[in-house]
């Protein structure tokens, strides 16, 4: 007999948006602003894998509040969304992230702060992180670390704590520092340790940092650099951490002025800082300009250290001609056909001080993913999605088997866009790439969202499960295993 999904609704939170045709916040991206408790999801094609134990965390942005100017999807309120798998069923729950920000905005019942795309004076109060005058939103990352999701914003937030399983906000990371926390911390599976950085206006403008199992800060270091930069990610191996300084930042003369405006500085090569994991003495090695929004993977391989992720051949493009008016510079920005992202990779020799650079594939990709058990350590597939022209939206999946150079693909059908789709080992997996792809998918043809699970094996889906509401798009999406979740 069908089991019908039970659904429950929670309390509306205050809202002042009012009717838009913005691009980024209709269609795949128009703002969600139910949270809701969903049981016994609906089955839409295949059967949800047995082997398949714990859950898939989705950070979205969804914006509240009327802009205060223009406004820029990365603005939008962070709200975490959830699936859970387990004895071949699936349950489903989201929530925004209660940030100092989106409680204080509730409180006034508008926004208090401009957005990226602002000028200086907009915003109505001081705001956080690196650019001063924005409000930490906590939408662009999520991980999961202790039994605890993280939620982190890309101009370093305060890291923001969540229960994993009910998504109850727990409040701020105690080891995060007052300069705060940038997105993309990395765990390591192997000792339980997350290493993360921040970044800032004043000087050194970057520091390193790790946090050990048991959830103590062991290191907060310095990492001097020429001026204010803007890194997004970083990369580890079992001995060290890669941090970059790339030549993509804010233009120093309007700085100044606090005009937050983003070129590429050229004849300035992008340089990658080595660092020992528990703290020592940087060591810089240069490389061709670029800028790199994320890395996949890195690992020793003898003196050297192996360092995979997404060159941009055109980081600074021009705006999009057949952008809707007034929107081509924003467009181009998030267009991964504009910036054109090239799987990538880094050799960095610690015996010489020589890099040497290759290019692992000539499509226009990002977004990765691997199995989190081969994090540091030399690994053999990469999971990468597609994007749609002119767009910030996933229409497909790329398999790479790095050792052979073969590749597979799983194209999305027109109106089907994707979330990031992390690795989820399967339960007693024995291969690097025995499991699954877990990803939410947004309907523009039906209106409706969706979980796909694909078989990373052989890149064909294996079910189709009904979410209970349309999501908006956003950034970025983690797996746990039942294990990390300590339940």
Request: hydrophobic share 35%; with cysteine.
């Amino acid at each position: 007999m069908k089991i019908a999904t039970q659904i429950r609704r929670l309390p509306p939170v205050r809202t002042s948006l009012q009717p838009t045709n913005h691009p980024y916040m209709t269609g795949a991206w128009t703002p969600l602003h139910e949270e809701v408790d969903a049981v016994d999801l609906e089955v839409l094609e295949g059967a949800i894998p047995a082997d398949l134990d714990g859950v898939y965390l989705r950070n979205t942005e969804n914006p509240v509040h009327q802009p205060l100017g223009r406004y820029h999807p990365f603005d939008g309120d962070g709200m975490v969304h959830q699936i859970e798998f387990r004895n071949g069923a699936a349950s489903y729950r989201n929530r925004f992230i209660r940030t100092r920000g989106f409680e204080a905005e509730q409180e006034a019942g508008e926004s208090l702060w401009g957005g990226l795309a602002d000028g200086p004076g907009t915003s109505k109060r001081p705001g956080f992180g690196a650019h001063g005058s924005l409000k930490d939103t906590a939408s662009t990352d999520i991980l999961v670390h202790r039994g605890e999701a993280i939620a982190t914003f890309y101009q370093c937030g305060e890291a923001y704590r969540l229960d994993p399983l009910t998504l109850e906000n727990l409040g701020v990371a105690s080891w995060a520092p007052l300069d705060g926390v940038s997105a993309h911390p990395k765990v390591d599976e192997a000792t339980g340790e997350l290493m993360f950085f921040n970044y800032s206006k004043h000087a050194p403008y970057m520091h390193y940092g790790v946090v050990d199992a048991s959830g103590k800060r062991t290191v907060y270091q310095a990492i001097d650099l020429p001026g204010p930069r803007l890194p997004h990610d970083m990369a580890f191996t079992a001995n060290y951490s890669i941090l970059n300084d790339l030549p993509v930042f804010w233009d120093q003369a309007l700085l100044e002025r606090d005009i937050h405006a983003v070129r590429l500085h050229k004849g300035v090569p992008s340089r990658f800082g080595i660092v020992p994991r528990h703290g020592g003495e940087v060591r810089w090695f240069e490389a061709a300009p670029t800028y790199v929004l994320h890395w996949l993977n890195a690992y020793e391989d003898g003196d050297e250290i192996v360092l995979d992720g997404y060159f941009q051949e055109n980081p600074t493009p021009r705006p999009l001609e057949d952008a809707p008016e007034g929107h081509g510079h924003l467009m181009a920005y998030l267009d991964e056909h504009s910036f054109r992202p090239k799987l990538h990779r880094w050799r960095f020799n610690l015996a010489t001080g020589e890099t040497v650079e290759q290019r692992l594939d000539d499509r226009i990709l990002e977004f990765g993913m691997f199995n989190q058990a081969y994090a540091g350590r030399p690994y053999r597939y990469a999971y990468s999605t597609t994007a749609k022209p002119g767009w910030f939206l996933f229409n497909g999946f790329v398999k790479h088997d790095l050792e052979t150079g073969v590749s597979w693909t799983l194209p999305l059908e027109p109106g089907r866009y994707a979330s990031e789709a992390p690795f989820a080992p399967r339960v007693g997996a024995v291969d690097e790439d025995d499991g699954y792809l877990v990803s939410f998918i947004i309907d523009e043809n039906r209106g409706t969202s969706e979980c796909l699970v694909v078989d990373a094996k052989t890149m064909q889906p294996a079910c189709r499960i009904a979410l209970p509401h349309k999501i908006s798009s956003g950034t970025h999406a983690v797996w746990a295993g039942r294990a990390a979740l300590g339940a």
